[in-house]
């Protein structure tokens, strides 16, 4: 059975920096690739950034560039999200994802989830 378990969000002020991690079981993660949505409230789910399986390829939606970081540790089987220099505009639910293929930033292309983990950036 597949698990996918984000942690580390939080309530922090604009400008301070927090770590998502999401821990996989069931699944091994060298041979996935991994990603971050988010969700605000009232808004759709959105892509974040993105780790391609077996490569250092890596993708981020434009305005998170320069400011988070995905990373990966196969042998811990979790995925990060690195988040420096948060916006009010951050604020959302982050959800971990994973796909058996190779690059995609389509919520619908991604085979398994997370239950998410809330960020509030506080102005």
């Known amino acids: 059975q597949v698990q996918l378990v984000e942690s580390g969000g939080g309530l922090v002020q604009a400008g301070d920096s927090l770590t998502l991690s999401c821990a996989a079981a069931?699944?091994?993660?060298?041979?996935?690739?991994m990603a971050w949505f988010r969700q605000a409230p009232g808004k759709e789910r959105e892509f974040v950034a993105v780790n391609v399986r077996s490569s250092a390829t890596v993708a981020y939606t434009d305005s998170v560039k320069g400011r988070f970081t995905i990373s990966r540790d196969n042998v811990k089987n979790t995925v990060y999200l690195q988040m420096n220099s948060l916006r009010p505009a951050d604020t959302a639910v982050y959800y971990c994802?994973?796909?058996?293929?190779?690059?995609?930033?389509?919520?619908?292309?991604?085979?398994?989830w997370g239950q998410g983990t809330r960020v509030t950036v506080s102005s």
């Open positions: 994802a994973a796909r058996g293929g190779v690059y995609s930033v389509s919520i619908r292309d991604y085979d398994y």
């Open positions: 069931g699944l091994p993660l060298s041979r996935y690739t």
